[in-house]
């Protein structure tokens, strides 16, 4: 496995940044309720939720992966898909059911995730 590949462990502080923020987009989004349509940011949301997923050892099914973005399941899967073509997720496949597939971080997602978690917490 070369340094590029080598996959980094969440660091618990990290999780911990990154379930905040994902509870504070969730308590915006309930907050400006009707407004919902000014803060779509599907591609954050689900960056975020695949983070704290991972940390806590869960799978994310496609489908929850697009509940979680946030926006219509058609849109979620554009940005599902663009994020894998990013090379930020991969979507790999579930071994006890073939006919459901996992969306996950990439190893440079992951990477990229805690480095930008990392800068921010810095800037706190």
Request: aromatic share 4%; hydrophobic share 35%; proline share 3%.
């Given at each position: 496995?070369?340094?590029?590949?080598k996959v980094p462990a969440i660091p618990?502080?990290?999780a911990m940044l990154a379930l905040r923020l994902w509870h504070e987009r969730r308590w915006?989004?309930?907050h400006f309720r009707a407004f919902s349509d000014l803060f779509a940011d599907p591609a954050w949301n689900l960056l975020l939720d695949l983070l704290v997923s991972e940390s806590?050892?869960?799978s994310v099914s496609t489908t929850a992966a697009c509940m979680a973005s946030g926006v219509a399941a058609s849109t979620a899967l554009r940005y599902i898909n663009l994020l894998e073509e990013r090379?930020?997720?991969?979507?790999?496949?579930?071994p006890s059911d073939a006919r459901?597939?996992?969306v996950?971080?990439?190893p440079v997602g992951r990477r990229?995730?805690?480095a930008y978690l990392r800068l921010i917490e810095g800037q706190r």
């Open positions: 496995m070369s340094r590029r590949d618990s502080d990290i915006r989004d309930r806590e050892g869960r090379d930020l997720v991969m979507r790999v496949p579930d459901r597939m996992f996950k971080l990439s990229e995730m805690i």
